[in-house]
């Protein structure tokens, strides 16, 4: 089979998009995705994104992590698919689309995504962490001198030893200021870090308005590739009206044989 694709990534965190409107990916072989997203075998992605038909909004996004299986919201993707389905002309400057953790809106400006993410109720307290589901679950914690910290060494801990196998991605964070924040994601899926995560910069801003770290309903999140913004309201302890905004952008287009 010959597989057109194209590569889009939003603050360095890369995946591959495949147009499946006529359903012609063969998606219960997870070797298939996990050799497509392998760096040295494939064609190299923290993930595989696949655009589809939905009778009830706009298209359907199925996410499938870089290990080859089928993953929960990836918000960076999320705003990737957006740009995508612009560029295939399938939307203009809104959506509704459907994907793992329900509906999404979203609106494009140039290369700017504006991606609606799932209300929050429940956000729970550990020893040093904090822990909340943003479409994917993850787990906050603060450390010193982030720059320097072994995340991949560090995150696989807490991934496996606090979580057992279906695990959680595990944010560390460094506070700049009043509102902004420096993060790096251990993820799920990929076993390694990322570049940036949009799930995880999300459920950062929200645990440090909930600890009292920050006042502030708009928050800035530098990841090692490029800034976010996440803002929200608070209504009835229930963190809504979410948005994740950053850019997503199309690295190229190809094709493969698989």
Known sequence: ???????????????????????????????????????????????????????TSDFK???????????????NGGRCIVAFAEFLGIIAKETTFLATDGEHFARINNDIVELHMADVEEIREKPNAITLNTGSPHHVQ???QLE??????????LRYGLYGESGSNINFVEQLDDATFYVRTYERGVE?????????????????????????????????????????QKSDGKYCDVYLTGPAQQVYKGEITC
């Open 148 to 157: 320097q910290y072994d995340v991949v060494k560090e995150g696989a801990k």
């Open 1 to 55: 089979m010959r597989l057109s694709f194209y590569k889009y990534q939003g603050t360095g965190n890369d995946f591959i998009l495949v147009d499946n409107r006529e359903d012609v990916f063969p998606k219960s072989n997870t070797e298939l995705v996990a050799k497509l997203c392998s760096r040295r075998m494939g064609i190299g992605a923290d993930g595989l994104i696949l655009l589809e038909n939905d009778p």
């Open 192 to 232: 390694n870090e990322t570049l940036s995560c949009g799930t995880g910069v999300t459920a950062v801003a929200l645990a440090m308005h909930h600890s009292g770290i920050t006042a502030n309903k708009e928050i800035k999140v530098k990841t090692p590739g490029g800034d976010l913004t996440i803002s929200f």
């Open 61 to 75: 996004m199925i996410y499938f992590n870089a290990d080859g299986r089928e993953g929960s919201m990836c918000g």
């Open 142 to 144: 603060i450390v010193p």
